[in-house]
């Protein structure tokens, strides 16, 4: 059974810096990964998506990369800005390709002025 | 292009009361997901549409959840009677079809249970 974890659970930098957010999956039998984001009381928007072919994907100062053999995603942030303060999802599709997404618990952003 | 609707978008109910939520999805999206969201968590998939069909319903309570989606569009989930324990926010997310790349979520319903 695919489980999808996301360390840290929650992150409070200044602005500026740049970060990493990890995600880890227990099968390396995956469709392909992608990770989301989540302001409160809203529903989820995708950032990148990345294919179980692929080992990376970049947007503007979003970049998350993919090593299936380990099992493991970060989604790297670069120069972070408050208005990056936010849930950070990640969440697998298995290789059956049923559609089904397999959400990791989050990680909770602060990025302080 | 019109993202997925959702209504309501907050509902706060007694437990043992019943509840309904309601989404469209983008037009032309043949498969339809239900996920819950509770506070701390990630989505889980509650049931999976493929235009009126389920695809998978493993995760569904169904002694107290029920799902439809007749004419293979609009979708409605119901829980009844309803526990303290379904405080959760519910998602209703699309795509073109079963293997489709991406899902399209919408703004989700959060549901309170006293």
């Known amino acids: 059974k695919q489980e999808v974890t996301q360390i840290p659970a929650a992150l409070s930098v200044p602005e500026g810096e740049n970060l990493v957010l990890n995600c880890s999956f227990t099968d390396s039998a ?14 989820l928007t995708s950032l990148l998506l990345i294919q179980s072919s692929q080992r990376e994907q970049t947007s503007g100062r979003l970049n998350a990369s993919l090593d299936k053999s380990s099992g493991r995603s970060t989604l790297y942030i670069a120069a972070s800005q408050p208005g990056d303060s936010a849930t950070y999802l990640c969440a697998v599709k298995d290789s059956s390709n049923t559609g089904k997404l397999i959400f990791g618990q989050g990680t909770t952003l602060q990025v302080k002025p | 292009e019109a993202g997925v609707a959702q209504s309501p978008r907050y ?30 968590q990630g989505p889980k998939l509650l049931i999976q549409f493929q235009n ?8 569904l309570p169904k002694d ?7 004419k293979g569009v609009d979708s ?7 526990k303290l324990e379904d405080s ?12 489709a790349r991406e899902q399209f979520f919408g703004p989700g319903t959060r549901l309170t249970v006293l």
Not at chain 2, 24 to 31: K, L, M, R
Not at chain 2, 52 to 59: H, I, K, R
Not at chain 2, 64 to 70: D, I, T, V
């Open chain 2, 11 to 40: 509902k706060i109910i007694e437990k043992r009361q019943s509840v309904a939520f309601w989404c469209n999805p983008i037009s032309g999206h043949a498969t339809l997901y239900w996920y819950q969201q509770i506070l701390g």
């Open chain 2, 88 to 99: 959760a926010v519910y998602l209703c997310a699309s795509s073109l079809e079963r293997g």
């Open chain 2, 76 to 82: 409605t989930l119901k829980i009844q009677p309803a």
């Open chain 1, 30 to 43: 995956i469709y392909n990964l992608q990770w989301f984001r989540q302001d409160p009381g809203k529903g």
């Open chain 2, 64 to 70: 107290r959840f029920s799902a439809e989606r007749l």
């Open chain 2, 52 to 59: 009126n069909g389920v695809v998978d319903d493993s995760q």
